[in-house]
Nanobody
Framework: QVRLVDSGGGLVQAGGSLRLSCAAS????????MGWFRRAPAREREFVAG????????EYADSVKGRFTISRDNARKMAYLQMDSLKPEDTAIYYC??????????????????WGQGTQVTVSS
């Protein structure tokens, strides 16, 4: 079983940057596809970015393309989400997630088995 711990959230002004980290323990991290999701107040959880085991597949939500960068370090069992040019609408709780299952859609939260506890990102205007 994989345990995920998110960190790196905080309060930042619009246009600023944050780097979220996801530390994994237990299981074989390199066998898991990693994703980042977020949940804004009064909204459903939504896909932000995903990266496969080798880093050869990466996908972003349209709303963050060109501003966010997902990456991973299998040796350190870490995943990251670099967030630049932040906007107030990026304000949400951000969660990392992991799965070793095959899926038709890794943008679907139901494809993931393990979740971090979430880290709050607040972007002020």
């Amino acid at each position: 079983q994989v345990r995920l711990v998110d960190s790196g959230g905080g309060l930042v002004q619009a246009g600023g940057s944050l780097r979220l980290s996801c530390a994994a323990s237990g299981g074989d991290f390199s066998r898991h596809l990693m994703g980042w999701f977020r949940r804004a107040p009064a909204r459903e959880r939504e896909f932000v970015a995903g990266i496969n085991r080798s880093g050869g597949w990466i996908e972003y939500a349209d709303s963050v393309k060109g501003r966010f960068t997902i990456s991973r370090d299998n040796a350190r069992k870490m995943a990251y989400l670099q967030m630049d040019s932040l906007k107030p609408e990026d304000t949400a709780i951000y969660y990392c997630a992991a799965t070793s299952r095959s899926s038709d859609s890794y943008t679907n939260s139901g494809s993931y088995d393990y979740w971090g506890q979430g880290t709050q990102v607040t972007v002020s205007s």
